[in-house]
T-cell receptor, first 113, second 111 residues
Framework: DAGVIQSPRHEVTEMGQEVTLRCKPI?????LFWYRQTMMRGLELLIY????????DSGMPEDRFSAKMPNASFSTLKIQPSEPRDSAVYFC???????????FGSGTRLTVV | DQQVKQNSPSLSVQEGRISILNCDYT??????FLWYKKYPAEGPTFLIS?????DKNEDGRFTVFLNKSAKHLSLHIVPSQPGDSAVYFC??????????FGSGTKLNVKP
């Protein structure tokens, strides 16, 4: 298994532009999580899905953020419009029903200028 | 309000000595705890776990201690090696799905 795959690895965009981050979870995992890492707050959970259904989106900072999981093998996190304070590393992670820990992807480093 | 706190942003230890990383939590409902290690430009990787029915779990050089009354856990690495230099995150959960992470401690093991 190739693990959790995120794309792109790096994204630099101008303020006001739309940004879409992508994630492919491990096959068979039915939980998917989006986290954001910043220096100030460490790893924050933004949203998680179970069987493609959003379960908890209480960590999504604003309406500018949205996430979808159209099928079991793909999820997107969209920021529209992007702002400089959105600059962070965004991680996707997945988990099987009978496992406790997550498997993280390598992250997407987003820079909004 | 952060429910899991790692109050030491960094720690420096000599190779061969013990590294002790600390973590505090506020939610008494948490009953499962994980430690993750993260190298630069990589995602965090699972290191060791402990459930609230135990107060110690050991895996090779890594031992996690849990003090439920103090809402405190710690990770001990003995002996520390330069390859252990990384950022360490603790995480806690009450439903095995949603984990709350601390802000991380950067460990530097000096040769």
């Amino acid at each position: 298994d190739a693990g959790v795959i995120q794309s792109p690895r790096h994204e630099v965009t101008e303020m006001g532009q739309e940004v879409t981050l992508r994630c492919k979870p491990i096959s068979g995992h039915d939980y998917l999580f989006w986290y954001r890492q910043t220096m100030m707050r460490g790893l924050e959970l933004l949203i998680y899905f179970n069987n493609n259904v959003p379960i908890d989106d209480s960590g999504m900072p604003e309406d500018r953020f949205s996430a979808k999981m159209p099928n079991a093998s793909f999820s997107t996190l969209k920021i529209q419009p992007s702002e400089p304070r959105d600059s962070a590393v965004y991680f996707c992670a997945s988990k099987g029903r009978d496992t406790y820990g997550y498997t993280f992807g390598s992250g997407t480093r987003l820079t909004v200028v | 309000d952060q429910q899991v706190k790692q109050n030491s942003p960094s720690l420096s230890v000599q190779e061969g000595r013990i590294s002790i990383l600390n973590c505090d939590y506020t939610n008494s409902m948490f009953d499962y705890f994980l430690w993750y290690k993260k190298y630069p430009a990589e995602g965090p990787t699972f290191l060791i776990s402990i459930s609230s029915i135990k107060d110690k779990n050991e895996d090779g050089r890594f031992t996690v201690f849990l003090n439920k009354s103090a809402k405190h856990l710690s990770l001990h690495i003995v002996p520390s090696q330069p390859g252990d230099s990384a950022v360490y995150f603790c995480a806690a959960s009450y439903n095995f799905n949603k984990f709350y992470f601390g802000s991380g401690t950067k460990l530097n093991v000096k040769p």
